[in-house]
């Protein structure tokens, strides 16, 4: 998610649509929202959520995930570290890592991440100072572990085909959705693409 591409519908109307159209994941990505407001949005988010049984995450904010009863984080190589994620959400919570490489997707899975997110694949505005992940890279990342790994940024529906062979699980995307006029038919056009890149 990102409030930034809101316009006239609000979030909820846009991660329904979204969802409704076929997205099977959510993260709530809100970097500069203060923690008691995330939560407040992350109860509203995981109640549409439910309705399409998507897991919802949250980017981060671990204690975000427990005030606000959302399925799992996703939290970044400098963030706080698995070990203590772990320790703080126990067992039954999702937690991704990014893992921009070989190594870390490795260590990433031998600590216990349920996913990984890989990238940036392509020049993306929401992170300014990644260049990005060569394929083959990708590729080897797909191959090294047995847990999902999910492509993340700069994807769109211009771009997403040139991930196909590479043996991702999904793609992570914002404007591609929330940028468009209609998410919702943005999304349906995604998923169908999706189904060709991921065999």
Same mark, same amino acid.
């Given at each position: 998610?990102?409030?930034?591409?809101?316009?006239?519908?609000?979030?909820?109307?846009?991660?329904?649509?979204?969802?409704?159209?076929?997205?099977?994941?959510?993260?709530?990505?809100?970097?500069?929202?203060?923690?008691?407001?995330?939560?407040?949005?992350?109860?509203?988010?995981?109640?549409?959520?439910?309705?399409?049984?998507?897991?919802?995450?949250?980017?981060?904010?671990?204690?975000?995930?427990?005030?606000?009863?959302?399925?799992?984080?996703?939290?970044?190589?400098?963030?706080?570290?698995?070990?203590?994620?772990?320790?703080?959400?126990?067992?039954?919570?999702?937690?991704?890592?990014?893992?921009?490489?070989?190594?870390?997707?490795?260590?990433?899975?031998?600590? *216990?991440?349920?996913?990984? *997110?890989?990238?940036?694949?392509?020049?993306?505005?929401?992170?300014?100072?990644?260049?990005?992940?060569?394929?083959?890279?990708?590729?080897?990342?797909?191959?090294?572990?047995?847990?999902?790994?999910?492509?993340?940024?700069?994807?769109?529906?211009?771009?997403?085909?040139?991930?196909? *062979?590479?043996?991702?699980? *999904?793609?992570?995307?914002?404007?591609?959705?929330?940028?468009?006029?209609?998410?919702?038919?943005?999304?349906?056009?995604?998923?169908?693409?999706?189904?060709?890149?991921?065999?």
């Amino acid at each position: 998610t990102d409030r930034h591409w809101t316009g006239e519908k609000t979030l909820e109307q846009q991660v329904d649509e979204v969802l409704k159209n076929g997205a099977t994941f959510l993260q709530i990505r809100e970097k500069n929202m203060p923690h008691d407001e995330l939560v407040k949005e992350a109860v509203l988010i995981k109640e549409i959520a439910k309705k399409y049984n998507v897991p919802v995450v949250i980017d981060d904010d671990i204690y975000a995930v427990i005030e606000s009863g959302v399925d799992g984080v996703h939290i970044g190589q400098k963030d706080m570290e698995y070990i203590e994620a772990r320790k703080v959400l126990g067992d039954d919570k999702i937690i991704g890592m990014t893992a921009p490489s070989v190594e870390l997707a490795k260590k990433a899975e031998k600590l *216990g991440a349920d996913y990984i *997110g890989a990238g940036a694949v392509f020049n993306t505005s929401t992170k300014k100072d990644t260049k990005p992940l060569e394929l083959s890279t990708l590729k080897e990342i797909c191959s090294s572990i047995s847990i999902p790994v999910v492509a993340i940024g700069g994807i769109d529906h211009s771009n997403v085909r040139k991930l196909k *062979g590479t043996d991702i699980d *999904g793609v992570a995307v914002i404007s591609a959705l929330f940028g468009a006029s209609d998410p919702g038919e943005a999304t349906r056009e995604l998923v169908s693409i999706m189904k060709d890149v991921v065999q």
